[in-house]
């Protein structure tokens, strides 16, 4: 089977991005983005992602899809919305996590997550180092949101993590970053890292 046939199936049945399955609708917006962030701390934790995407889900029905939302509810409105999304084990500590992480928008970026992007000056490296000052987003949830947002953020292609690229050298498909993004138009790299990243999990 050639690279584009493989990269084709792999779009179509496993191409749905994480955010969008959370329900959130990406743009270069405070909202959006913070939503993002907010499922990159569920998922920065040894848990199924279809129980963090749940968990956003839950937290955004709730009403609590700003950081000025996020800090100003009760800790225990937080740890109820986890609870509902079956969030065990870590939603007390996670709920902590979220709402000091919310005040940190807040306090340093004003709530908009776009100086983030203009702290880091166009270098991914420095971005990614700026994710991990908030609470539970380690290398982990800094790569999950390189790879969902690169495709607003250019600065941050090609985002594909080792995760990604082993599940691509699995399927006999180019691994490097570089190599992979010259697969796709730019719009679909999320789609891809996503697509790999899922076919990982599932091997």
């Known amino acids: 089977m050639s690279a584009s046939t493989t990269v084709r199936r792999l779009l179509d049945e496993h191409g749905r991005t994480y955010a969008d399955e959370a329900g959130i609708r990406l743009r270069d ?3 959006p983005l913070y939503q993002l962030l907010t499922l990159c701390v569920l998922l920065s934790v040894r848990i199924k992602a279809d129980i963090a995407v749940a968990a956003a ?7 609590m899809r700003t950081p000025r939302a996020m800090a100003d509810a009760d800790w225990q409105d937080r740890v109820d919305a986890l609870g509902r999304a079956h969030y065990r084990r870590y939603d007390e500590s996670t709920a902590t996590a979220l709402g000091d992480g919310a005040r940190l928008v807040l306090d340093r970026y004003r709530g908009d997550l776009r100086r983030l992007r203009q702290d880091a000056g166009g270098d991914p490296g420095k971005l990614r180092e700026l994710l991990r000052e908030f609470p539970r987003i380690g290398p982990v949830g800094a790569d999950i949101f390189s790879r969902e947002a690169q495709g607003l953020w250019p600065e941050l292609r090609p ?8 599940a691509a050298e699995g399927l006999g498909l180019p ?7 010259a697969l796709v138009e730019d ?17």
């Open 57 to 63: 889900r839950e937290l955004s029905a709730a009403g």
């Open 187 to 203: 719009e679909d790299l999320p789609r891809l890292a996503a697509a790999l990243v899922r076919v990982g999990l599932s091997s």
């Open 175 to 181: 691994h490097t970053p570089d190599r992979l993004a």
């Open 159 to 166: 985002a594909f993590d080792r995760r990604a690229q082993d």
């Open 29 to 31: 917006t405070p909202m």
